[in-house]
């Protein structure tokens, strides 16, 4: 019985060790995708993507790891949560922004905190919130790139239609959403090629491969691209097994559609 005992014991240790590294890993996903209407022009353009950072205080590794890499940086949602001194978070924006510019949409988790407070912060660092707003990048050659954010579904906030009036018309456009059920209001003729999103955590631990929710991932959808990320931290415990911390670094070119 003692033998046995221990075997549990280190076995129950050393899961717990695992779930733990899962849990605080510093991983860049780097993904090349390609578009057949990408504007040529552009060349390439690079996005670094975090979300659902939490509790999380970003890595130095991570940081070190995209400069130079990322043209601009996306937040996509739950930057904090209740509990989360401002410092840290003025710290996060901070390290976020020695990369480039920086694009931030709410997360449910945001607004638990003083969000009043905390769009100060964002305003006082310089980071661009993308609340049912959009921003559009124009080439040498007059081609034009959009990156659209909408506020938080869970309260109802969004609303696409004002960030597509936002947006070129004529553009390439990309939605960054903290929830992916965002894809269920895109219509065709709305052309959003790309979504970025986050919130589920991949379901944080898989029990025999099992979860509410699917590891991130990308997916062709009918009526986009999507791509939900496993996210950087986590909520509630510290743990995560079989849906480890992501970050992601997105190259889109122009190509025969590839994903």
């Given at each position: ?81 209740k509990g989360v001194s401002f410092e840290r978070v003025r ?169």
């Amino acid at each position: 019985m003692l033998v046995l005992f221990v075997v549990l014991f280190i076995i129950g240790g050393s899961l717990l060790l695992y779930m733990l590294r899962e849990a605080f890993l510093n991983d860049i996903k780097e993904h090349e995708l390609f578009f057949s209407d990408f504007p040529d022009t552009f060349g390439s353009v690079s996005l670094f993507f975090i979300s659902d950072i939490h509790r999380r205080t970003i890595s130095d590794k991570i940081i070190n790891g995209v400069k130079g890499k990322a043209d601009i940086v996306v937040i996509g949602g739950d930057l904090t949560e209740k509990g989360v001194s401002f410092e840290r978070v003025r710290a996060n924006l901070l390290k976020l922004k020695q990369i480039g510019p920086v694009y931030f949409v709410w997360g449910n988790n945001d607004y638990e905190v003083d969000y009043h407070q905390l769009d100060a912060i964002l305003l006082e660092t310089g980071i661009k919130v993308l609340d049912n707003t959009a921003v559009t990048f124009e080439s040498e050659q007059g081609e034009k790139l959009s990156l659209l954010g909408v506020d938080d579904l869970n309260q109802k906030r969004d609303r696409l239609d004002l960030a597509l009036l936002d947006a070129e018309a004529a553009s390439f456009k990309i939605l960054a959403s903290h929830y992916p059920s965002i894809t269920f209001k895109i219509q065709p003729e709305n052309d959003i090629r790309l979504v970025l999103s986050g919130h589920t955590h991949g379901g944080q631990i898989h029990i025999f491969g099992y979860s509410p929710q699917k590891r991130g991932g990308i997916k062709k959808l009918e009526n986009t691209i999507l791509l939900i990320s496993n996210g950087y931290g986590t909520t509630s415990l510290p743990l995560r097994l079989g849906a480890p911390a992501e970050t992601h670094l997105i190259t889109l070119r122009k190509g025969n559609d590839r994903f």
